[in-house]
């Protein structure tokens, strides 16, 4: 019923609470209101929510400042309506999603409630308001830390298992006496489910950005995010491909070794894969992941596909299916390229940083 989040976010209420009381200063509970609305899964996204939230203070404070000196003489629901109207328009032309709505309560609570002491209220509300912001930030690297880029790399990590898994069953279903049905793959469906993987963790990328500075393209950690997306995406693409050139089930022996072979990379690159995402997954400091101590190493069957190729015992197959098995071959070959560029990649990213 109790998650780390909801714990950390009572947490650091309950303190900007305490240190508040002990202050003495009025409007004390803007404090815990600002932690309660910051407060979120990742570092990334509180820092946003907390940009928001500041913007949407000063921008509230100006407007009001500005509509209750020059529009009071007005009707109330006139002049109020006019400045909420401004502060709508400006707070999108400034791309706030969030923060004009908290310029729109300090432009209600001071025209309504605070019209005798804006001079004072105003500093106040922003005082409590930016405490609430740096105890929520500290509160995120402090209590549990919580970094969208940590959990960015844990979904790609994710996504690489389900894509060691996958590989292993279309290996299995080059198997003669297994047949295309082995390991119960069905093919829309695990296609899709690592489409889905990929997007998830692509959508934590926006999150993961937000913390490293101003220049988040040459970060060493959007460097490596974005390599491991590219290689992902290939080796998504892959497993689309190879479940539309499901292999046949007629004449089994003919064609066995380069069957065999294919199989025998795929293991290979499902246990390269398999590497990679307990790399991504392994906790550690805040430090990147560094990548697996050994390259992808491939099979001997697979380096003695020319000579298999030039068997006349394989030429004898179909046309139709040799067009099949080198349509899957060739998917082969991209997929290890994949992994060897994403491998290279990765070892200058962490050899630069």
């Known amino acids: 019923m109790i998650n780390r989040n909801a714990l950390r976010t009572a947490l650091t209420a309950g303190l900007g609470n305490g240190f508040a ?27 946003e929510l907390g940009r928001q939230r500041l913007l949407g203070t000063v ?7 500005i509509g209750y000196e020059c529009l009071h003489s007005l009707p109330l629901p006139v002049g109020l309506a006019i ?12 791309g706030l999603k969030v923060g004009y709505k908290v310029g729109g309560m300090i432009v209600v609570m001071g025209w309504l409630v605070h019209e005798g002491n804006l001079a004072s209220w105003i500093p106040l509300r922003f ?24 959990l960015c790399l844990g979904r790609y990590g994710a996504l690489m298992e389900q894509l060691s898994i996958t590989f292993q069953a279309l290996a299995t279903r080059l198997e003669p006496q297994q047949g295309p049905a082995a390991a119960g793959l069905e093919p829309t469906r695990s296609f899709r489910q690592l489409r889905l993987l990929l997007n998830n963790a692509r959508s934590q990328r926006p999150t993961a950005r937000q913390e490293l500075g ?30 539309r ?34 790399q991504l997954q392994r906790p550690g400091g805040r430090g990147l992941p560094p990548p697996p101590a050994q390259p992808l190493a491939l099979p001997q069957s697979w380096a ?11 030429n004898q197959a179909s046309l139709e299916r040799l067009q099949r098995i080198a349509a899957r071959l ?24």
């Open 21 to 47: 009381s002990i202050t003495g200063l009025p409007d004390d509970q803007y404090v815990a209101l600002a932690v309660l609305a910051v407060s979120s899964g990742t570092y990334g996204a509180a820092i």
């Open 59 to 65: 921008l509230g404070s100006v407007l009001l400042l």
């Open 83 to 94: 400045t909420l109207g401004c502060l709508r328009l400006l707070g999108g032309f400034l």
């Open 127 to 150: 005082f409590w308001t930016a405490l609430g912001v740096v105890l929520s930030l500290l509160s995120l690297r402090l209590f549990w830390p919580a970094r969208g880029v940590a």
């Open 214 to 243: 101003n220049h988040p393209e040459r970060h060493p950690a959007e460097l490596l995010l974005s390599s491991l997306d590219a290689t992902a995406s290939r080796l998504v693409t892959m497993v689309g491909g190879m479940e």
């Open 245 to 278: 050139t499901v292999p046949s089930s007629r004449d089994p022996q003919l064609v066995a070794r380069l069957h065999r072979a294919e199989a025998d990379l795929l293991r290979a690159m499902a246990a390269q894969i398999q590497r990679w995402g307990e």
């Open 304 to 314: 003695d596909l020319n000579a298999e190729l030039n068997s006349p015992t394989a």
């Open 330 to 353: 060739q998917l082969c070959r991209q997929a290890e390229q994949a992994i060897r560029d994403g491998e290279r990649s990765w070892r200058a990213i962490m050899a630069r940083s």
